[in-house]
């Protein structure tokens, strides 16, 4: 039996839906997806639609769609506040908010991970030199009247 021709279908068809998957309607099927039902129902269905939000957000932030990916990590950081990428998504969101235009909500979410210390729960997070060097600088760059570590 011959499967050359079922193997260049399979792999035709696997291009394709990998393709419709990062136009706006595969972006948009899956953020609703990932965000039908109700958080707390179902652990396994709760860490699956993280990591569904968490991945498409950070593809959409390196494709310069800058305010699907904010949708994206919004969505995120209010349905799993306690999520296994929680802080992650925060310092993604941070991110997002700076390409934005967005200083100061930049500013606070990377002050919450600052005093949180987030680094030492998850290691894709800046350590907090390096939180508070970029806290710093956009407060100054962007003349932000705030001086979060002046009590500090």
Do not use: C
């Not at 079922?6 to 990998?18: A, M, N, R, S």
């Not at 993604?92 to 390409?99: D, F, G, N, P, S």
């Amino acid at each position: 039996m011959d499967l050359s021709k079922l193997k260049w279908l399979v792999i035709i068809l696997v291009v394709f839906v990998g393709g419709w998957l990062v136009t706006a309607g595969g972006v948009n099927y899956m953020f609703k997806r990932a965000t039908s039902g109700t958080p707390g129902m179902d652990a396994n269905k709760d860490k699956v639609n993280e990591a569904t939000l968490t991945r498409y957000g950070g593809f959409l932030l390196s494709t310069f769609r800058y305010e699907q990916s904010k949708k994206f990590y919004n969505e995120a950081v209010q349905r799993f506040p306690a999520g296994a990428n929680r802080y992650w998504n925060r310092y993604q969101l941070a991110r997002v908010h700076e390409k934005l235009d967005e200083e100061e909500e930049s500013v606070v979410l990377l002050l919450g991970l600052w005093e949180d210390d987030a680094n030492q729960y998850d290691h894709r997070v800046p350590n907090q030199d390096t939180l508070k060097l970029r806290i710093q600088k956009l407060i100054e760059v962007n003349q932000i009247d705030m001086d979060p570590f002046k009590e500090r």
